[in-house]
């Protein structure tokens, strides 16, 4: 019987995270990219290769590229969008000329993946990631100000944003406004409070269809590309997959995947099958967009999230939470007997615990939180596969 193959994201040589320790983590993949190199610019075949004779001389593999950002201008399709869509097509060749194939990217406008608190304590005192609807209010409404904000809120919402922001001391302020917009691990770039209003000003006159065919338009290009080269493509749900700031998003639910995949088709336009992001919402039936769209899965990310009726969240266990892992791992354990290669799944995200709990890591991936996720994976894994 196939297996998935067992993965851990590495930032580079400044990672805390050791490519020693994701080894004795028991991971034979390593996903990871050239954060160093500014958005929008071409990766070398040098510092592809550079970066690739790192991993390997650690005894590990450099399985997929964990991303290639997109640049905004070619989100708006504005300015030298042309020039960057070029640089993406050169990126995608070089990688594929270093025998890497599979890249996970993104269409999320402006922000990656958006937390309010990085820190959120939990009963057993691990810390967590979290969304917390009433710190996005009263950042949106309160902090930034951004005008009409209060019309994409329930007056329910706006009461206990409002709330929430009369709670907050200016530290406390400060640490969300840092948390909502200075840049992720991952993400495109940071921002300041007045370049974050001026980024959502580019997104006036675009609403879900306008971004939805930029996105098209985008792998209508580099799709070709793709083929020619060998290189699957993985597009990255939304996180969170719902609008925030006003903003479209257009890769949510499985209608938004349907769309991706029929309207550019090819065996290199698929997805990155995240069970975090694509679990907030209770209308994703996980195991069966398994089922369906189970042929363009070229990149999974397992984590539950446990989520609240107002659509705030936080990282929940690997194994509890609101995400069905039992039958979303016998599904993608199908999927694999089906597959010529084994798929790369990685942990994604993991509880800040133990010795972890002193030390400054990468928000979401520490050592011992994605250990513990990967070994628990390991295990269900084995246990359907045995059963």
């Known amino acids: 019987m ?32 050239l954060h160093h190199i500014p958005n929008g610019e071409v ?115 706006l009461e206990k944003g ?56 985008f792998l209508d290009e580099i799709i070709p590309v793709a083929e020619e080269s060998k290189v699957f493509m993985a597009i990255h749900p939304d996180d969170p997959p719902y609008s925030i700031f006003g903003l479209p998003r257009v890769v949510s639910n499985t209608e938004d995947l349907r769309r991706i995949i029929s309207n550019t088709k090819s065996d290199y336009n698929g997805i990155t099958f995240c069970t975090g992001s694509l679990g907030v919402r209770k209308d994703n039936n996980l195991p069966n967009m398994i089922k369906e769209l189970g042929a363009w899965i070229n990149f999974i990310h397992l984590r539950s999230v446990q989520v609240e009726t107002d659509g705030s969240f936080y990282e929940a266990n690997h194994l509890e939470g609101d995400v069905p892992m039992f039958n979303v791992m016998k599904e993608l354990i199908a999927l694999q007997q089906k597959k010529d290669k084994s798929i790369p799944m990685r942990p994604d995200h993991g509880h800040q615990m133990l010795d972890d709990l002193q030390k400054s890591t990468n928000p979401g991936y520490t050592a011992i939180g994605r250990l513990k996720g990967l070994a628990e994976l390991r295990g269900l894994e084995l246990g359907i596969l045995t059963k």
């Open 2 to 33: 196939k297996t998935l193959e067992q993965t851990m994201r590495w930032y580079g040589p400044k990672d805390s995270v050791s490519l020693s320790n994701i080894r004795q983590a028991g991971a034979t993949g390593v996903v990871s990219a």
């Open 43 to 157: 990766w070398s075949i040098e510092e592809i290769s550079k970066h690739k004779k790192i991993i390997e001389n650690a005894g590990l593999t450099w399985s997929v590229v964990e991303s290639v950002p997109v640049h905004e201008a070619i989100k708006t399709r504005s300015g030298d969008f042309k020039l960057f869509i070029n640089h993406y097509k050169q990126t995608i060749k070089n990688l594929s000329s270093e025998g890497i194939h599979t890249v996970c990217y993104n269409f999320m406008p402006i922000l990656d993946w958006t937390r309010t608190d990085l820190q959120f304590e939990l009963r057993n005192g691990a810390r967590a990631l979290r969304f917390d609807m009433r710190a996005l209010v009263a950042f949106d409404c309160f902090i930034l100000k951004r005008p009409s904000a209060q019309t994409s809120y329930t007056q329910q919402q």
């Open 162 to 217: 409002k709330a929430y922001y009369e709670l907050l001391s200016e530290e406390g302020t400060t640490t969300l406004t840092k948390t909502i917009i200075a840049g992720l691990p991952g993400a495109e770039e940071g921002y300041i409070l007045q370049q974050f209003q001026e980024a959502l000003d580019t997104y006036r006159h675009i609403d879900s269809d306008v971004l939805a065919t930029n996105l098209q338009l």
